[in-house]
């Protein structure tokens, strides 16, 4: 059985910073992309950062220079460094895990909040 738990979540003052943990369970970790996405109250899911299986990481543009993603494949986990936060980053944020060879298994977590306090 596929889990996905992330914590870290919580509020934060503007300009502060949070470290998101996913924990991973039942998947052979090394070989997924793991990536973040984030959403706020009557707004779609988005994008926010992944990282490889290979260790490349991608941003996205709102939050490049201030989001970190970083794995530890012995530890099964994929971490999410937010700092300088600002009110608009403020959402549930989800860790996901998938691949993109057949049959793409992809995976989600329940989501952590963060709050962030203007």
């Known amino acids: 059985q596929v889990q996905l738990v992330e914590s870290g979540g919580g509020l934060v003052q503007s300009g502060g910073s949070l470290r998101l943990s996913c924990a991973a369970s039942g998947i052979t970790f090394s070989m997924y992309r793991m990536s973040w996405y984030r959403q706020a109250p009557g707004k779609q899911r988005e994008f926010v950062g992944d990282v490889t299986s290979g260790g490349t990481t991608n941003y996205a543009d709102d939050v490049k220079g201030r989001f970190t993603v970083s794995r530890d494949n012995a530890k099964n986990m994929v971490f999410l460094q937010m700092n300088s936060l600002k009110p608009d980053d403020a959402a549930v944020y989800y860790c996901?895990?998938?691949?993109?060879?057949?049959?793409?298994?992809?995976?989600w977590g329940q989501g952590t909040q963060v709050t962030v306090s203007s």
């Open positions: 996901n895990a998938r691949r993109a060879v057949y049959p793409k298994p992809d995976y």
